[in-house]
């Protein structure tokens, strides 16, 4: 239910526009940071105030939303960004990955393979991926535009170094086509290869006010020594629907310690069962 | 021996104060010159012009560089300047801490230059680190340790591999051995040396110390007010001053 | 070999109003392959002023200093390194080197500036360690720390090492007990008879003697106004 005293989606038309201009802008210069006015939203920073203003500049009337939060639709930050949109846009919502036209996400991407007419937007709280490594903006903006991007892989060499492999489990640093240096934001290892996908992606960081983008079928590499890369997951199919090929997270299931490993992805998880499949942990 | 440095007519003002003026010279490969002076003469803003930190307020500095050959290095763009900096030329710093990144490994310290070229096996990156630290005398056995935990000289030493592991053709040194004990300083003097040697490269030398210039330098730049007031071999000019700033520098050392 | 005409040098004092002390004028001396010529005169005639001109470590006012080519009164800094390094060797009565190196490198060092091997240069710095009589377990320590007498046969080997066509003594022998003079006059004869030519200042008379084919008094070049 729409509620009167709200302009379409929250925010007022002219922000919408700039923003839009910005993603614009972001589309032709696929993973470079492009800067726009953050507002205020009802919401704290770190909560997906980028992503919830690069959803409402991108939502129409007609549009069905899908929110999810590490893959779940059922999580606080989920359900109330939601219910925000249902409220201050009155649109359809979903928890069907292959019904929603825009999907905003927080650490995670469907494991449905996405469609040319679908829009998946992340909720991006670092943009810059050079910023652990230098800390002046200044600096890190000259890095870009010279391509000047020795210092990541200095930060890979530590990493195996140290470690004895690349200990970067999410959040993996991405080269965009060859060029623009991007943080996929915090969505883990596993999901680094599907960012070439079908569907638009746009990056929305509120607190930093940036936003950046990638056209469809944009080449994505992870960033890599010439050793191949490893997209880690847990060694063990989902207990409920028995997927092989999905990202899972580990549940703790009672006091005495015994867990379960169940796919992160909840829509993908009950889509499998609806269609029969059947873990070893499913009731 | 072919000419890889020329300089013409250089000139660098801070607002109504002169940083260096009218420095025309020429330098060739396997060369070692120190421009000396006192503290203020402007021998660092000359440093910092001919290595692209500063911009100068005129004139040329035609570098022969690798890939492209003689090269105007102050019209030529940010990037080009940026290549040169980590394939051609080295830079020194007087204080190990500002030419280290000191939260990351002796490793990753020595294959930076190699992977901002683009080196992406590890483990060939790995191996060259350790050969540059072997070469600059420091255990391979520490290549993961912090720089942190080195010692002064180490560190030094450490931002030698860090820099010649592209073999450079310019290296730039201020103050090479300054903060460090006298016993250190000789080692890193006679590995200096040793290097320029062998690698064939062409050394600028910034100091005020005349005993470390008499020891590396083949040739001087006597600076004053900015102003170049006399050049010639070392032991010339050393022994044999001709301008009278010269002689009260030469004059003012102590003996040992 | 060495051809030197009509050479002047004098001193300016800054700091003392600009005072000018003429040392030498018109010095004409030529040196030919195989010989050795000793430089005379008292204490202050110019005798080690017109070794280092020749060396170009000091700037002569006219003249010219010719050899290989070269005419070390007008040449080019990088030609007279060039020269330094393959023509013209000279032992100073200092020894100049970076403190902590040892005898070994020390003496090795002008093989390797010209590009010999570092095995080959070593080999040939040992030999001459041992015939300069430099004790085995001094040279892996550095010769900062030398007697006076070590540092002048260390000086030697080093000077010796590289086979220069052109040679200049600044008294080889003046620190050195009769048998080590024995021991360093060697190998300057050796140098000598394949034809290098050679310069020297020689204060003991013997040893100049000994070493030399005939000996040039710089009392003959003293100029007027300061005579």
Known sequence: MTEEAYNFAYLNEQTKRMIRRAILKGLATPGYQVPFASREMPMPYGWGTGGVQVSAATLTPEDTFKVIDQGADDTTNAVSIRKFVERTAGIATTTKTSDAKVIQTRHRIPEAPLTEDQILIYQVPIPEPLRFLEPRE??????????????????????????GHIATPYAYPVRVEGRYLMDPSPIPKFDTPKM??????????????????????????????????????APHPCGLCGAEDAYLDEVITD??????????????????????????DAA | ?????????????????????????????????????????????????????????????????????????????????????????????????????????????????????????????????????????????????????????????????????????????DEPTGGLHVSVQARLLDML???VRDMGLLAMIVTHDLAVVRLLADRLMVIKDGRVIETGLTDQVLDDPQAAHTQLLVSSVLQV | MIRIENVSKSFTLHSQGGTEIPVLQGTTLGVAPGECVALTGPSGVGKSTLMRMIYGSSLAACGSICMGGVDVAKAASRDI???????????????????????????????????????????????LLARLNIPKRLWGLSPTTFSGGEQQRVRIARDFAYDYPALLLDEPTASLDPANRAVVLAPIHEAKAPGAAIVGIFHNVPTRAKVCTRAVDLSAFIPREAA
């Open chain 1, 138 to 163: 200044t600096e890190t903006r000259k890095m870009h535009s010279r391509e000047d991007y020795g210092l990541m892989h200095v930060k890979l060499y530590e990493d195996i170094a140290q470690h």
């Open chain 1, 196 to 233: 070439e996908m079908a569907a638009i992606q746009l990056f929305g960081a509120g607190r930093e006010q940036r936003i950046y983008a990638l056209p469809p079928y944009t080449k994505v590499t992870p960033l890599d020594f010439e050793d191949p890369f490893d997209p880690s997951k």
């Open chain 1, 255 to 280: 006091d005495t310690g015994r867990r379960m490993f169940v796919c992160s992805d909840t829509d993908y998880c009950e889509t499998r069962r609806e269609a029969g499949h059947r873990g070893k």
């Open chain 2, 1 to 173: 021996m072919s000419l890889l440095l020329s300089v013409q007519d250089l000139r660098k003002t801070y607002g109504r104060l002169i940083g260096c003026t009218n420095i025309c010279f020429d330098l060739f490969v396997g060369e070692v010159i120190g421009p000396v002076g006192e503290s203020g003469s402007g021998k660092t803003t000359l440093l910092n012009c001919l290595s692209g930190h500063l911009p100068p307020d005129q004139g040329q500095v035609i570098f022969d560089t690798r890939s492209d050959g003689p090269r105007n290095t102050v019209t030529m763009s940010e990037p080009a300047r940026r290549m040169l900096a980590r394939t051609d030329w080295a830079f020194v710093q007087q204080h190990a801490r500002d030419g280290l990144r000191m939260n990351v490994s002796a490793g990753g310290n020595v294959g930076e230059r190699l992977m901002a070229l683009g080196a992406r096996h590890y483990g060939d990156i790995r191996l060259q680190a350790e050969d540059w630290l072997t070469r600059v005398e420091i255990d391979a056995s520490r290549i993961d340790d912090r720089p942190a935990t080195f010692s002064g000289g180490m560190q030094q030493r450490l931002q030698i591999a860090r820099n010649l592991i592209t073999g450079p053709r310019l290296v730039f040194r």
């Open chain 2, 193 to 195: 040396r040793g290097l």
């Open chain 3, 81 to 127: 390194l060039t020269l330094r390094r393959h023509t013209l060797g000279y032992v100073s009565q200092f020894l100049r080197v970076v403190p902590r190196v040892p005898t070994l490198d020390v003496v090795a060092e002008p093989l390797l500036a010209v590009g010999h091997h570092p095995v080959a240069a070593r080999h040939r710095a040992e030999h």
